[in-house]
């Protein structure tokens, strides 16, 4: 019963395989979005980029906001959590 299965889904394998590649590229990226350090590097440029004059009072407290919100969001059920 294997072989015969095994026979009739690897037409299937091409798929699988890239479902699969799939899955650990959005692992990767939701590790790097969440990671602690490109979180603070992202807020620090952001405060270099209102220290230059580069955004108006409101719009660093948006991005702000975003990156917090982002980072919150993994709290969530999704699925990294549980993972390490």
Known sequence: MGLLTSLLTLPLAPVKGVMWLGEIIQEQVEQQLHDPANVRRELEQIE???????????????AQQAVLNRMISRGGSGPAEGKE
């Open 48 to 62: 270099e980029a209102a220290e230059a004059g580069e955004l108006t009072p409101e719009e660093k407290d948006e």
